[in-house]
């Protein structure tokens, strides 16, 4: 049986991942996460998730091993994670009211071949109050989200509506990604 290894310390990766039913180790390493900012938002993605994966698939080659980033876009400017509840507040600012993207790059590395691809996921807000919104950053949730939520806790009070794929605003394409681990041949049914 092939080896699959998450290159992520995420736990929202590893609960989604369990949710395939399928055996995996988690294997992290620090990565150089910055970007050029003239790409655009998938390719930031799709690049920083094979950085990962190749750091972990270096010393595991005969291993099948998924790597993940996620961005979140508004008004044209990336929001990574926040440096601080300030920053966190400023950001859920910016998203109130509005729709932004969700971007989710993920790369799989075997020594059978690779697949590198993203999902894009448009998400609105409801407006916020600075009332919920310093309610739900004084909870510590936002702090190592990128945009400052995640949309399966807490964070589900801000939504609105989406368009595209629940699963790559938590993380990780589930779907996309069980198609293109069985189309490397990853076993699966």
């Known amino acids: 049986m092939q080896n699959l290894i998450l290159a992520s310390s995420s736990p929202r990766r590893k609960e989604l991942l369990e949710n395939l039913q399928i055996t995996f180790t988690i294997s992290s390493s620090e990565v150089d996460e910055s970007f050029d900012p003239s790409l655009s938002p998938e390719d930031i993605v799709m690049e920083l998730a094979e950085r990962k994966a190749q750091a972990v698939f270096n010393e595991n080659p005969e291993s099948f091993v998924l790597g993940s980033d996620t961005l979140v876009v508004?008004?044209?400017?990336?929001?990574?994670?926040?440096?601080?509840?300030?920053?966190?507040?400023?950001?859920?600012?910016?998203?109130?009211?509005?729709?932004?993207?969700?971007?989710?790059?993920?790369s799989i590395l075997s020594a059978k071949g690779s697949s590198r691809f993203y999902e894009k996921?448009?998400?609105?807000?409801?407006?916020?109050?600075?009332?919920?919104?310093?309610?739900?950053?004084q909870n510590g949730e936002p702090l190592d989200k990128a945009g400052s939520y995640g949309i399966q806790q807490l964070g589900s009070m801000l939504v609105k509506k989406i368009n595209g794929d629940y699963f790559a605003v938590?993380?990780?394409?589930?779907?996309r990604t069980y198609r293109e681990l069985k189309q490397l041949g990853y076993p699966l049914p």
Do not use: R
């Open 170 to 175: 938590v993380g990780l394409p589930v779907a």
């Open 121 to 137: 996921t448009e998400v609105w807000f409801w407006e916020l109050t600075d009332e919920e919104i310093n309610f739900y950053v």
């Open 74 to 106: 508004a008004d044209n400017q990336i929001l990574g994670k926040p440096a601080n509840e300030e920053d966190a507040i400023g950001m859920l600012k910016m998203l109130s009211g509005k729709q932004h993207d969700v971007y989710t790059g993920v």
